[in-house]
Each structure stands twice: as structure tokens, then as C-alpha cells.
């Protein structure tokens, strides 16, 4: 059974920085791609805002290039997404995601940023 668990979300004011992790269990981050996506308020919809391939090839979306970093640490099974110059419009639930075809979902983390 696959699982993903994330940590790391929080209150933080504009300019700071937070650093989420996912905990993998009943697979492995090294041999499949994943992807950190966000729902903001009143979005229906979750955005992909970064992806790492199993090459480790890692992708961002615009917005948040520069100052999202997307890694990986193969001995602890767990992927991070280091947030830095954190802006009040990151504010969402992020979610890990694991798979292509078939794609697991951690439990998401609230990240919210003030002004």
C-alpha cells in the first residue's frame, strides 16, 4: 500500500521561507516521478507547481521558479520542496504525488503566507 505523508507547512509572514517534506512508504521516490501541486482558497483544482522526474529532472511552474526547490533523498524515501521569498499568493493546501497512470496522493499541508 502506498502512502505519502507531508509536514512541514505553516504560518509564515512574506519573504520567508518553509520547507515541506513527504515521506514515501510501500514505494520508492527513486524509481517513478512525482510532483508537489498546490489548491489554493477557492480553487477547485490543484496545480502542479514543481515535478521531479525518476532521472531526478526536475520542472517548475513559472510562478514559482527561482525561489521553489524540488529534492529528493533516496536513502530516507522522502521528497522536499524548499519555499523561499514566499509571497501571500503561495498560499494553498500543497499535496506530494507519486505515479503517472496511476497517481497516489499524500493528505496535503497548509501553507499560509501573510502580508
Known amino acids: 500500500q502506498v502512502q505519502l505523508v507531508e509536514s512541514g507547512g505553516g504560518l509564515v509572514q512574506a519573504g520567508g521561507s518553509l520547507r515541506l517534506s513527504c515521506a514515501v512508504s510501500?514505494?520508492?521516490?527513486?524509481?517513478?516521478?512525482m510532483g508537489w501541486y498546490r489548491q489554493a482558497p477557492g480553487n477547485s483544482q490543484r496545480e502542479l507547481v514543481a515535478g521531479m522526474t525518476s532521472d531526478g529532472i526536475t520542472n517548475y511552474e513559472d510562478s514559482v521558479k527561482g525561489r521553489f526547490t524540488f529534492s529528493r533523498d533516496n536513502a530516507k524515501n522522502t521528497v522536499y520542496l524548499q519555499m523561499d521569498s514566499l509571497k501571500p499568493e503561495d498560499t494553498a493546501v500543497y499535496y506530494c504525488?507519486?505515479?503517472?497512470?496511476?497517481?497516489?496522493w499524500g493528505q496535503g499541508t497548509q501553507v499560509t503566507v501573510s502580508s
Open positions: 510501500g514505494s520508492s521516490v527513486s524509481i517513478t516521478s
Open positions: 504525488a507519486l505515479g503517472i497512470r496511476e497517481i497516489f
